[in-house]
């Protein structure tokens, strides 16, 4: 399907390729955590503050608590943010939107390049981890978890499984000032 329009973007969603449901996940009540990968100068700038919309390609199918997997040498879980809400526009208009507080105008240019819309999630809190969760831990204590690099746009996990479970208890602050356990 040929994306042109803001209407077409809501109505699309990643395939079933990018999204990890684990097994049993359907008795999550339709809450899930989100999981994504991010490279390092961008997650530095939400832990700092500074970063105020994480720009995306694909509207999530969800809302909420989102886990930051950094690349480029870091490979693990650094922290995390929460969203309760995303804005998708055309390009030009996400720009004028978003602005500085999402990226550069070079760096947002050339990620939305041939691109006619996007999305923006608009960070509400966010918590560095203390301590990172290498990339390794996950491999061996969730099963099916997939492998990096993986071409996800986001991996959903239900909220009270297994693995959001693992995530939230290094998300305490987070968690606990949202209210969302």
């Known amino acids: 399907m040929l994306i042109e329009t803001v ?3 809501r109505n699309t969603f990643p395939s079933n390729y990018n999204l990890y449901y684990p097994q049993g996940s359907e008795g999550s009540g ?3 955590d989100l999981y994504i990968r991010i490279l390092r100068d961008p997650a530095s700038r939400i832990y700092a503050g500074k970063k105020k919309f994480e720009l995306r390609k694909y509207v999530p199918r969800h809302t909420g608590l989102v886990f930051l997997f950094e690349t480029g040498g870091t ?3 650094t922290g995390c943010f929460l969203f309760e809400r995303f804005l998708v ?3 030009e208009n996400l720009w004028s939107r978003v602005g500085t507080r999402a990226t550069s105008r070079e ?3 050339r990620y939305f390049k041939n691109k006619k819309v996007g999305v923006a999630l608009e ?3 966010f918590e560095k981890f203390t301590q990172a969760i290498p990339l390794q ?3 061996h204590g969730f099963q099916g978890f997939p492998k990096v690099p993986h071409p996800y746009v986001y991996l959903y ?3 009270g499984g297994a693995l959001s479970s693992f995530l939230r208890s290094h998300a305490r602050a987070i968690v606990k000032r949202n209210e969302l356990d």
């Open 7 to 9: 209407e077409d973007l």
């Open 137 to 139: 831990a996950l491999y």
């Open 123 to 125: 960070i509400s809190d």
């Open 30 to 32: 339709g809450c899930f």
């Open 89 to 91: 526009d055309s390009v």
């Open 157 to 159: 996990t239900p909220v």
């Open 75 to 77: 490979n693990a879980v």
């Open 107 to 109: 760096k947002f240019s």
